[in-house]
């Protein structure tokens, strides 16, 4: 969301912080689809496709939610390209940080980084 002539001193106030927010908040993750997992803060201590710029870069889907990702055995993404070298070694950084987290629709997973 952007701000448009004519909103409210309330809504463009808030849409000056937004990014401010965005940086510094993190995100409670539950079972829906409501937290990005790339973009959003959700587990560590910067964006995913910040701390992963190697894979991010290649993948497939972008914008997608952690409950797609997560939801499965397997992460479930895939990339343009072969992963290798250093996008490898990312790769099986991101594989070893999210793996361990189960979502299901009574528990909630929040990420103290």
């Known amino acids: 969301m952007k701000k448009q002539p004519g909103d409210s001193h309330f809504w463009t106030g808030l849409m000056d ?57 397997l992460l479930n993404m895939s990339s343009r390209r072969a992963l290798l070298g250093e996008k490898l070694r990312d790769w099986f950084g991101l594989d070893a940080l999210v793996l361990p987290i189960k979502l299901n629709d009574n528990e909630e997973f929040f990420f103290y980084g």
């Open 17 to 73: 912080v937004k990014v401010l927010f965005l940086e510094k908040g993190k995100f409670k993750v539950n079972s829906e689809n409501q937290t990005r997992f790339w973009e959003d803060l959700w587990i560590g201590q910067e964006p995913l496709n910040l701390q992963f710029l190697g894979p991010y870069r290649i993948a497939r889907m972008k914008n997608v939610s952690v409950a797609s990702v997560v939801g499965t055995t």
